[in-house]
């Protein structure tokens, strides 16, 4: 089986992601004892796989400086012609692996199994996987049939990474079977987010709005609780879609990665992408009015409460106790 | 431009607390509000956009059962040209591929040369719109917040990545696109608006119609099965204070305090 099992690797800066080791614990909790085989794309990857080698059983080099941007359109046509017949993929579920991964499913006629987050185990060719829906509100048991194969995307951070180490892995060269490779879509350039008036991750006290703070008209009550803590404010995606705030100040994945001693979530569901942008395990308190809301399981403290009634009277009581 | 835009009808879980019913079987459905899934309400706008600048058409389709038709027509009422329905009993119970396949079979009966969904919808998969892309054999972006019509060929566009950065593309047309919240500020639909297209005629696609063999799409056709729902063990979770205002106020200001968050 372990000739079939392939964890696609992405890279930063001549380093291999975070991403990586998580994808190995993943391959091993779907397919116990295996020992996946890794891809590693780009141009002058060569200290990249010899980087994830030791944890690999073979780890085929695609190298070619046509790679050198991680172009999906691209790899695509790449991993269908190199995957043999029935191999199962597993991608981490970001950017890229959400690009990647839907149509590489159907062009391999393989399954997809999509944003998993625990597994339950293989019976057969019945794969049991755990995944999350309504925002993390709920989680979902799913039976997926992979007898021709799986192309998988695992949640980021969902499994612990692996012990580098575990496999005396190969790099084997493959760069020819990159040539003449082509694409509808072509890459132009990478614009850098912008830098803000503030910089959220140099501050230890955030104050974090979400949606649950309901209109724009609302938001000086959250400036005003702000000011008396003198903390900083940050905020999740919708506010900045509603262009409420600036996207300097939005906390996730796609914003700001932060790591605070105390982070205060008012009006903040609490989706995998924004709890994704919170590190250093900060003393988190959130203050939501639904009960459900997925905050709750990452939070050491929570208040179901309505904003608009329980900011004033926080703020007079902080201000108070001064 | 002819533009078909995919949508769906979802309770938003933004406005709901979502929680499973018995057994795990489903969701708790009673006194859940409906809507038009948020990602896909910005797909329409930018579709409507486009059209606005460079003349065309904007058709909004949706796969779901007849309930849909009511996020169809505000869609409509937003300024959309057209509107479809695909159901069938057959439907039911179909996985991504499924959806994906039903929304091809709609896709071939008329000439289209761009196709936006939402990036993702409530089960957070993300995953149709590359399926359709792949069953068309278009090139596809997804997590798009930046699209720009460079003649009838093709599209300068930006993808949301990591970070927040964004990485520009040129992409051809036709293609399939899945558009990321935030490209634009989707206009308000007022009642006025829902009633001038309220007796408009939605055409109804059901499966014969779309060509659709029964067992390739549905609960048939899936290779991904929800077994059930469940609200998962984790660790200890949140410890909730309760009380008055005044005192959860009181408490939250204690605990702030001891933990440093007031300076």
């Known amino acids: 089986m372990d000739a079939k099992i392939f964890v696609f690797i992405t890279h930063t800066d001549g380093k291999a992601d975070d991403s990586a080791l ?23 990857v060569g200290p990249v796989c010899q980087e994830v080698a030791a944890s690999f059983g073979e780890v085929w080099k695609f ?31 970001n950017t890229f692996g959400l690009d990647l991964g839907p149509g590489l499913s159907v062009k391999l006629g393989v399954t997809y199994v999509p944003d998993v987050v625990g597994v339950d185990g293989l019976e057969g060719t019945t794969l049991k996987a ?28 969902a499994f612990k990474p692996a012990e580098a180490g575990a496999a005396a892995g190969q790099v084997v060269d493959r760069s020819e079977d990159a040539t003449g490779l082509a ?110 809301a997925a905050i709750f399981q990452v939070a050491t403290i929570g208040v179901v409460a309505d904003l608009l009634e329980l900011l004033p009277v926080l703020t007079e009581k902080i201000l108070k106790s001064r | 431009m002819e533009i078909l835009v995919c949508v769906k009808r979802v309770p938003d879980s933004a406005e709901n607390e979502i929680s499973v019913g018995p057994g795990g079987a489903d969701i708790r459905r009673e006194d859940l509000v409906y809507s038009v899934n948020e990602w896909d309400n910005y797909a329409v706008e930018e579709a409507i956009q486009i059209v606005e600048r460079v003349g065309g058409n904007v058709t909004v389709v949706s796969v779901g059962d007849t309930e849909a038709e009511e996020i169809v027509r505000r869609e409509m009422a937003m300024g959309a040209n057209q509107g479809l329905l695909a159901t069938d009993a057959a439907f039911t ?93 989707p206009r308000y639909v007022g009642i006025r608006g829902i009633r001038k297209v309220a007796s408009v005629e939605i055409p109804v696609l059901d499966g014969g119609a779309l060509g659709l063999p029964p067992e390739t799409v549905g609960a048939a056709g899936a290779r991904v099965r929800r077994v059930d729902y469940f609200v998962p063990q984790t660790g200890a979770g949140a410890e909730m204070l309760t009380g008055s205002t005044e005192e959860v106020a009181g408490k939250l200001v204690d605990l702030l305090k001891a933990k440093g968050g007031i300076k």
């Not at chain 1, 998580?22 to 002058?44: D, K, Y």
């Not at chain 1, 049939?145 to 192309?151: K, S």
């Open chain 1, 63 to 93: 190298d070619q400086a046509a790679l050198a941007y991680p172009n999906a359109e691209l790899l695509r046509p790449l991993l269908v012609k190199v995957l043999p017949a029935g191999a199962t993929l597993l991608l981490a579920h």
């Open chain 1, 183 to 292: 694409a509808r879509r072509t890459f132009v350039e990478l614009i850098q987010a912008e830098a803000g008036d503030i910089d959220i991750t140099r501050e230890d006290v955030l104050v974090s709005v979400g949606r649950g703070i309901g209109d724009k008209e609302n938001i000086p009550l959250v400036e005003e609780l702000v000011e008396a803590m003198g903390a900083a404010l940050s905020c999740s995606r919708p506010i900045v879609d509603a262009k409420w705030l600036d996207k300097a100040r939005q906390v996730g994945t796609s914003g700001k990665t932060v790591k605070p001693r105390v982070y205060l979530a008012l009006g903040i569901s609490g989706s995998f992408q924004h709890v994704g942008g919170i590190k250093g395990n900060p003393f988190l308190l959130a203050i939501n009015k639904n009960p459900k």
């Open chain 1, 130 to 157: 755990v995944r999350q829906e309504y925002a993390g509100q709920v989680s979902a048991h799913v039976h997926c049939d992979i007898a021709r194969g799986a192309v998988i995307t695992v949640r980021p951070g």
């Open chain 1, 22 to 44: 998580e994808l190995v614990t993943a391959a091993r909790s779907l397919f116990p004892g295996c020992t996946p085989n890794a891809l590693v794309a780009g141009s002058g």
């Open chain 2, 93 to 185: 119970g179909s996985d991504g591929l499924g959806i994906a396949t039903i929304l091809e079979a709609v896709a071939r009966k008329t000439k289209y040369d761009l196709i936006l969904t939402g990036a993702q919808a409530d089960d957070g998969a993300a995953q149709v719109g590359g399926m359709l892309g792949a069953l068309l054999d278009w090139p596809y972006a997804s997590l798009v917040n930046l699209i720009k019509v460079e003649g009838d060929k093709a599209l300068r566009i930006g993808r949301e990545i990591e970070g927040g950065s964004q990485e520009i593309s040129d992409i051809e047309l036709p293609c399939v696109l899945s558009i990321q919240t935030g490209i634009n500020e």
